[in-house]
């Protein structure tokens, strides 16, 4: 099992730029693929951006593609996601997913408590 704790969320004006981080216990982190999520009020939680256990493989969301850059450090136990250009509809609570397998993006077995992201216009 492996817990995620993600941070870097905060208040940011249209057009400025964020990172979370998403710190997982253990010492298996490379066995797992990670992705970030997220979930506007009123809203379903939707994909945003994975990348597989080796870091080579890398999915986005069509409305941030361009924009986002996700990516890992294995020996650090953490994964990134870096946020440009930010736009008030990536205003979300961002969430940090695991599981232990490659694919393409799906069902995730463990989440951390979210990070909350706001951008102002």
């Known amino acids: 099992q492996v817990q995620l704790v993600e941070s870097g969320g905060g208040l940011v004006q249209a057009g400025g730029s964020l990172r979370l981080s998403c710190a997982a216990s253990?010492?298996?982190?490379?066995?797992?693929?990670m992705a970030w999520f997220r979930q506007a009020p009123g809203k379903e939680r939707e994909f945003v951006a994975a990348?597989?256990?080796?870091?080579?493989?890398?999915y986005y969301a069509d409305s941030v593609k361009g924009r986002f850059t996700i990516s890992r450090d294995n020996g650090q136990n953490t994964v990134y996601l870096r946020m440009n250009n930010l736009k008030p509809e990536d205003t979300a609570v961002y969430y940090c997913?695991?599981?232990?397998?490659?694919?393409?993006?799906?069902?995730?077995?463990?989440w951390g408590q979210g990070t909350q992201v706001t951008v102002s216009s």
């Open positions: 997913g695991a599981r232990r397998r490659d694919g393409p993006p799906g069902e995730y077995d463990y």
């Open positions: 253990g010492r298996t982190f490379s066995s797992y693929a």
């Open positions: 990348i597989d256990r080796s870091g080579y493989g890398t």
